[in-house]
Nanobody
Framework: VQLQASGGGLVQAGGSLRLACVAS????????MSWFHQAPGKEREFVAG????????DYADSVKGRFTISRDNAKNTLYPQMNSLKPEDTAIYYC?????????????????????WGQGTLVTVSS
């Protein structure tokens, strides 16, 4: 599966952005989907994950209550709605897919567990 992320940009602190990740191929609906981010000089970190059937979601503590992950399996698209953005949210955001037989798992926090990655989209939050 190929993943194409978009929607990044420059936003002021307190603002909102909605990213999108469009998947080609037939494995999107059978994959756990997650967002990671990577700030300059730092390791790639888990942000949010969603199960195959959208029944379960998981978030990093740093974004709980501010970000919402969702997916539309009919459109092969993954979204995070990011609200109340902070300067520390500045990073390149990547979508990732982990084909899985589990219907309820929300995915690993380890980037090594994911088979497919999008190219990343830059989010910059100014103070």
């Amino acid at each position: 599966v190929q993943l194409q992320a978009s929607g990044g940009g420059l936003v002021q602190a307190g603002g909102s952005l909605r990213l999108a990740c469009v998947a080609s191929g037939s494995t999107f609906s059978s994959s756990i989907m997650s967002w990671f981010h990577q700030a300059p000089g730092k390791e790639r970190e888990f942000v949010a994950g969603i199960s195959r059937g959208s029944g379960r979601t998981d978030y990093a503590d740093s974004v709980k209550g501010r970000f919402t992950i969702s997916r539309d399996n009919a459109k092969n698209t993954l979204y995070p709605q990011m609200n109340s953005l902070k300067p520390e949210d500045t990073a390149i955001y990547y979508c990732a897919a982990d084909p899985s037989i589990s219907w309820y798992s929300t995915g690993s926090y380890s980037p090594a567990e994911y088979d497919y990655w999008g190219q990343g989209t830059l989010v910059t939050v100014s103070s």
